[in-house]
T-cell receptor
Framework: AQTVTQSQPEMSVQEAETVTLSCTYD???????LFWYKQPPSRQMILVIR??????QNATENRFSVNFQKAAKSFSLKISDSQLGDAAMYFC??????????FGKGTHLIIQP | NAGVTQTPKFQVLKTGQSMTLQCAQDMNHEYMSWYRQDPGMGLRLIHYSVGAGITDQGEVPNGYNVSRSTTEDFPLRLLSAAPSQTSVYFCASSSLGSVEYFGPGTRLTVT
């Protein structure tokens, strides 16, 4: 079975600064996807970024980028120029295909104005 | 496109009652899933389906039933509600290689 671990229950960052959220996972599969989802107080699950395991290049999406280390099974999310609207729970998730996602327990991100 | 829709948004049940949470998607996705989210936890997979007529159990299937008679709909049935099933329930859909799209969630309280 796959496991996803987020070791930081809460992180705080000053507005406009950069913050990195950590995620490690365990799997025996070679082909899979990794995701970061954002959940604001509205509880809607919003995709932030996706990484395909067979791609060595790290995914980026505007101010959001990942550091994907396949051998180390690490998948961290970097948020640059943090904004107040980035405040939310962030979940790391692993997906193998058709059988749903495995989520970490989440990191609560606080943005200090 | 409405995406993934869930009804109801909120529900209060008494212990022992049964109910069905509805989920529908209009993106013609073959895969659909149900998750529950408890405080301090990430989402945990209850059941999933890879196509009409095909369902399978996830991590926490006990006390829940699913069926998938059409591509669009994937209802989740609580057979006899228990306080331990108090949670927020999310339905999601995807196709092979695509992102999982989530519904807005249903907050269920069992008293």
């Amino acid at each position: 079975a796959q496991t996803v671990t987020q070791s930081q229950p809460e992180m705080s960052v000053q507005e406009a600064e950069t913050v990195t959220l950590s995620c490690t996972y365990d799997t025996s599969e070679s082909d899979y996807y990794l995701f970061w989802y954002k959940q604001p107080p509205s509880r809607q699950m919003i995709l932030v970024i996706r990484q395909e395991a067979y791609k060595q290049q790290n995914a980026t999406e505007n101010r959001f980028s990942v550091n994907f280390q396949k051998a180390a099974k690490s998948f961290s999310l970097k948020i640059s120029d943090s904004q107040l609207g980035d405040a939310a729970m962030y979940f790391c998730a692993w997906g193998g295909g058709a059988d749903g996602l495995t989520f970490g327990k989440g990191t609560h991100l606080i943005i200090q104005p | 496109n409405a995406g993934v829709t869930q009804t109801p948004k909120f529900q209060v049940l008494k212990t022992g009652q049964s109910m069905t949470l509805q989920c529908a998607q209009d993106m013609n996705h073959e895969y659909m899933s149900w998750y529950r989210q408890d405080p301090g936890m990430g989402l945990r997979l209850i059941h999933y389906s890879v196509g009409a007529g095909i369902t399978d159990q996830g991590e926490v299937p006990n006390g829940y039933n699913v069926s998938r008679s059409t591509t669009e709909d994937f209802p989740l049935r609580l057979l006899s509600a228990a306080p331990s099933q108090t949670s927020v329930y999310f339905c999601a859909s995807s196709s092979l290689g695509s992102v999982e799209y989530f519904g807005p969630g249903t907050r269920l309280t069992v008293t």
